[in-house]
């Protein structure tokens, strides 16, 4: 008979019992109560009875081990994950919609509602979100998808139906691509976000202000804090007890206030952008903060060749879209700040699309001088590109 001292809390933890060992042990104590002869098969009344009591309580010890397991972020899932989670002030990400801009073509003097709709070819509608004037022939709106979740990322220049014709109005497209929209976070990326957030709970150092934008601005891809804890003038290009973050993606507004929940008293933040943050006092305070200088690297692919059976019939619109997925584009993540470019990395990228056997690959930085060297990119610049800088060739 199994160890019943072994079961349920011990000093290595919750150890919960299997059916079988329950089964077990009941049958065991059934014998010593009603003698070793007592008829235990399946299709007795007491076999039965202790069977249906043993499947009882297997689902009772599975029911507290999930009690013992939700208190442990390794362990919890759902609501008790995220309760954790609170206590260190990080919250679910929930579902994002896709955003970008409409490139709307018509008459002069034309106004593009909000709630006016564009499409796919697919069907995947966008919504106009802020009015504007059609000016010198066209008109550049803000847009997002109608529906959150991933379905509504979508590359440039895939935007090309009206679903509300309006008066005026004569065509649509997208000049870059919608990026942006996700489902809700799942326990595996909650964990993750939950493991980053470095001396998060309490500290005020460089760790947990970037921690802090990370974890609870939406849309924020990469963020750096340099800071200068010393005297002197100009370290790090900073003034004397400051700190700079250095942020990719995410509001203003939204950046500068949790800025202003971490960053400790009597410490100058310094930057390129200045948002004023409204205190519990009433209090104005200028919160300076930095947006990396974007470095565009332009990509040629030559001498392409592919598995007609595998590669897909929008295979080099994947590659773009991989390639813009590593390094980054104007409204996704990709390469971090301050990382360099390595040319030997980026035919790992472009082999994720199937059916892909070789090719010639160069870079560059001005879209006219192309070579296989690495780009380096400072602390303060972010390596950026889209589908016009990539150019495939067979």
Known sequence: MANTNEWGLTDRGFRRPTYAELLDALEYKARELFGSTANLTVRSPLGLFLRIFAWALNLLFATIEDVYNSRFVDTAVGTSLYNLGKAIGLRLLSAQKASGYLQVSGADGTTVPVGWLAS?????????????????????????????????????NTITSIVNPME????????????????????????????????????????????EILQNVESVYSAIVYENDTDEEDVDGLPPHSFEAVVYGGLDADIAQ????????????????????????????????????????????????????TFPADGEAQIKQALIDYLGGTVNGGLGIGEDVYYNRLPAAIYTVSGVIDFDLEIGEDGTTYSTDNITIDSREKAVTDGEKVSISE
Do not use: C, M, W
């Not at 979100?129 to 059609?134: K, P």
């Not at 976070?185 to 921690?211: K, L, P």
């Not at 930095?290 to 392409?304: A, E, G, H, Q």
């Open 120 to 156: 796919t070819t697919a069907g995947t509608q966008y919504v106009v979100v802020t009015a504007g004037v059609i000016a010198d022939g066209s008109a550049l709106v803000p847009a997002q998808a109608a529906i959150a979740g991933p379905d509504g990322n979508t590359l440039a």
């Open 168 to 211: 005026g109005i004569t065509g649509v497209t997208n000049p870059a691509a919608f990026d942006g929209g996700r489902n809700v976070e799942t326990d595996d990326e909650y964990r993750e976000r939950y493991y980053q957030s470095v001396d998060y709970a309490g500290g005020v150092n460089a760790d947990a202000i970037r921690g």
């Open 258 to 309: 949790q800025i202003y929940r971490r960053k400790a008293a009597g410490i100058q933040t310094h930057g390129s952008t200045t948002v004023a943050v409204i205190s519990a006092g009433g209090q104005t305070y200028n919160i300076k903060f930095s947006r990396p200088t974007p470095v565009s690297v332009y990509i040629k692919i030559t001498n392409l060749t592919t598995d007609e059976d």
